[in-house]
């Protein structure tokens, strides 16, 4: 079983919808928990991080962590072409290496 | 891409051959990572290092050296290429944020 375990997708939505992406991890010992977004052809970069359970909110983009069920969550509201990629989850020990999530791959459709 | 630069960006070699990736930063970061990233597995860690000739082994390490001479180079051998190695190689540096890290472009290598 892997320690972080992410719906490949693909998942297509149309524009302007709210999009739910998952993760779910078996290592009570994460204590960090990232979304990174990669567009084809690109290296991932960091979207947002999250410490403890609940949610973070940056524009569009909320992340909730709920460490009794080990799930987190990334919403995108308001859904826009350009949120087409692939997200991908990750998290660590509070330590130097990051464990990923496989990646799903996102197309908002205009 | 937060001055990580990776060479060669493509590249298609044979069976048994040995093959270096090179990394190379621009913003004098102690750590530096090696990743492989395959459909189904997503980002798997090949090896680190945590500054000049120290280095250490991730999940994936089999078949895979690495080098660190400079602070800003950070190489990837694969002693003798199999077609197991067939994938997108990324190279990333530690960032100062929680759990950032900022990658390069990618190599995409082919072992035929």
């Known amino acids: 079983q892997k320690e972080v375990e992410q719906d490949p997708g693909p998942l297509s939505v149309p524009e302007g919808a709210i999009v739910s992406l998952n993760c779910t991890y078996s290592n009570s010992a994460f204590q960090y928990f990232m979304w990174y977004r990669q567009y084809s052809r690109k290296g991932p970069e960091l979207l947002m991080y999250t410490y403890s359970s609940g949610n973070k909110e940056d524009g569009r983009f909320t992340a909730q962590v709920d460490k009794s069920s080990k799930y987190i969550s990334l919403f995108i509201r308001d859904s826009q072409p350009s949120d087409s990629a692939t997200y991908l989850c990750a998290m660590n020990f509070g330590n130097e290496k990051l464990t990923f999530g496989t990646g799903t791959r996102l197309t908002i459709i205009p | 891409d937060a001055g990580i630069t990776q060479s060669p960006r493509h590249k298609v070699t044979e069976t048994g051959t040995p093959v270096t990736l090179r990394c190379h930063q621009t913003e004098n970061h102690r750590y530096m990572y090696w990743y492989r990233q395959d459909p189904g597995h997503g980002l798997r860690l090949i090896h680190y290092s945590y500054g000049v000739k120290d280095t250490d082994k991730g999940e994936v390490s089999d078949g895979y050296s690495v080098s660190r001479s400079k602070t800003e180079d950070f190489l990837l051998t694969l002693e003798s290429a199999t077609s197991s190695q067939t994938s997108v190689y990324f190279c990333?540096?530690?960032?100062?944020?929680?759990?950032?890290?900022?990658f390069g472009q990618g190599t995409r290598l082919t072992v035929v």
């Open positions: 990333a540096i530690r960032g100062q944020g929680v759990g950032e890290a900022f």
